[in-house]
Antibody, heavy 117, light 111 residues
Framework: EVQLVESGGGLVQPGGSLRLSCSASGFTFSSYAMHWVRQAPGKGLEYVSAIRSNGGSTYYADSVKGRFTISRDNSKNTLYLQMSSLRAEDTAVYYC??????????WGQGTLVTVSS | QSALTQPASVSGSPGQSITISCTGTSSDVGSYNLVSWYQQNPGKAPKLMIYEVSKRPSGVSNRFSGSKSGNTASLTISGLQAEDEADYYCCSYAGSTTNWVFGGGTKLTVL
C-alpha cells in the first residue's frame, strides 16, 4: 500500500523558514517524480514544485521560485521542501504527491503551514 | 500560470447526470491529452478520478467519465449519488516551463 506521510508544518513568523518532509513507502520511491501541491484555507489547489526521480531536475512555480527548494533522499525514501522568506500568502496545507508520468496518483494527508506574527 | 477555468458550483439530483467543464488554452488543455480530475472531500486529500482525459484508475466507478474537445475538458458523473458530493479539480500539463496547472475547483451538490 502506497503511503505518503508529511511532517514539519507549523506556525512560523513572516520571513521565517520551515522544512517539510514526506516519508514514502509502498512503492519504489527512486523510480518516480515527486511533487508538492498546496491549498490555502478555503481555496483551490496550487502546484508548487516537482523533482525528477533521480533529483536531477526540479521545477518551481513562480510564486515560490527563489524561496523554496525541493530535494529528495532516495536512500531514505524521503522528499523535502525547504521554505524560506515565508509570507502570509504561503499559508496552506502542503500535500506531498507521487507522480505517475501523466497524473498524480497518490497524495499524502497534508501538513498545515501557517505564516503569521 | 493562470488556473484552468471551472464553474464554481454545479448541482444535480440523485440519479441524474452532471458535467463539469474545465477550460484552458492551446498551451495546456488544447495541446496535451494529459488532463486529470481529482475529487476532494472536506478535510481530506484529493483523490484521482480520471487521468489522460478519459482513463479511470482501478477502483473508480464507471459512473465517472472524461472527455476533451479543443481547449475544454469535461468530467461527467452519471447516476448521481449522495456520496459524489465533493469538490472536483481538473489539472492539465502545460509544458516544461509551466509544468502543471489546476482548475479553480467545482463544488458538486447532490440535491
Amino acid at each position: 500500500e502506497v503511503q505518503l506521510v508529511e511532517s514539519g508544518g507549523g506556525l512560523v513568523q513572516p520571513g521565517g523558514s520551515l522544512r517539510l518532509s514526506c516519508s514514502a513507502s509502498g512503492f519504489t520511491f527512486s523510480s518516480y517524480a515527486m511533487h508538492w501541491v498546496r491549498q490555502a484555507p478555503g481555496k483551490g489547489l496550487e502546484y508548487v514544485s516537482a523533482i525528477r526521480s533521480n533529483g536531477g531536475s526540479t521545477y518551481y512555480a513562480d510564486s515560490v521560485k527563489g524561496r523554496f527548494t525541493i530535494s529528495r533522499d532516495n536512500s531514505k525514501n524521503t522528499l523535502y521542501l525547504q521554505m524560506s522568506s515565508l509570507r502570509a500568502e504561503d499559508t496552506a496545507v502542503y500535500y506531498c504527491v507521487k507522480g505517475d508520468r501523466s497524473h498524480f496518483d497518490y497524495w499524502g494527508q497534508g501538513t498545515l503551514v501557517t505564516v503569521s506574527s | 500560470q493562470s488556473a484552468l477555468t471551472q464553474p464554481a458550483s454545479v448541482s444535480g439530483s440523485p440519479g441524474q447526470s452532471i458535467t463539469i467543464s474545465c477550460t484552458g488554452t492551446s498551451s495546456d488543455v488544447g495541446s496535451y491529452n494529459l488532463v486529470s480530475w481529482y475529487q476532494q472531500n472536506p478535510g481530506k486529500a484529493p483523490k484521482l478520478m480520471i487521468y489522460e482525459v478519459s482513463k479511470r484508475p482501478s477502483g473508480v466507478s464507471n459512473r465517472f467519465s472524461g472527455s476533451k474537445s479543443g481547449n475544454t475538458a469535461s468530467l461527467t458523473i452519471s447516476g448521481l449519488q449522495a456520496e459524489d458530493e465533493a469538490d472536483y479539480y481538473c489539472c492539465s500539463y502545460a509544458g516544461s516551463t509551466t509544468n502543471w496547472v489546476f482548475g479553480g475547483g467545482t463544488k458538486l451538490t447532490v440535491l
